[in-house]
C-alpha cells in the first residue's frame, strides 16, 4: 500500500512538473527565461509557490529545465521527421523546412525559443549560458554530419564547404524567424524556403534530387 501510494505521489509530481515547464517555455519564449517567476508559475497555474519550489529548487534549476524542455520540443518537431528520410540533400533540406514550419506555426509563441533565449543570454556567464550554447552546437553539429552524410551518399559535391554552407542556411532560418516575430510579417518563411534551395543547388550533384521551386 506505501508503495502504491509513494507511486502516485511520483506520478503526480511528474505531471505537475510538466504543466510548470510547458507555461514556462511559452513565457521564456516571449518575456526570456530571466523573466521566468516561479510565483507567477504557480499563480497561473494555480499551485502552491511551495510546490514549485519543491519541484525545481532554484530560479537557476526552472531555467535548466526549462531549456530541457524546450529541446525535447525542438526535437520532435524539427529533427525526428528528418531521420524518416535516407540520408542525403533532401534529409538536410528537410532539417531546413522542418526549422522553418515549427518557427511560422509558433510551436513556441515567440517564435523559436532557442534564437530568442540565445539572444537573452549570449554575452553573460553561467549555466544557462553553457546549456544553451551547447544545444546551439549541437544543431550545428546535426546538420554537419548531416550534409557529410548527403555527401558520403554522393548527393553533394566533395569540394563543397561544409561549415560554410551551413552557416548560411541557419542564416536564412534565423532571419526569417527574426524578421516574422519583428515584424508579424511571415512572407518571409518563402523568401527562406527559396533561398535555402537555391544554396542547396549550389552544392548538389544532380539537380534532380532538389524541386525546380521552394
Known sequence: ?????????IARGNQTRQLILRRAVEIASVEGLAALSMGQLAGELKLSKSGVFALFGSKEDLQLATIRAAITVY???VVQPARDLPAGVGRLRQLCTGWLTYSRERVFPGGCFFYSASAEY???????HDMLASARVNWFS???QTAREAQLAGEIADDADVPQLIFELVAFLEMANAESV??????CYGKAEKAVLSRLRTVVTDPSLLPESA
Not at 122 to 128: C, I, T
Open 1 to 9: 500500500m506505501a508503495g502504491t501510494q509513494a507511486d502516485g505521489r
Open 75 to 77: 526535437l520532435e518537431h
Open 122 to 128: 549570449d554575452a553573460r556567464e553561467g549555466k544557462v
Open 142 to 144: 546535426y546538420l554537419e
Open 182 to 187: 519583428l515584424h508579424d510579417d511571415f512572407t
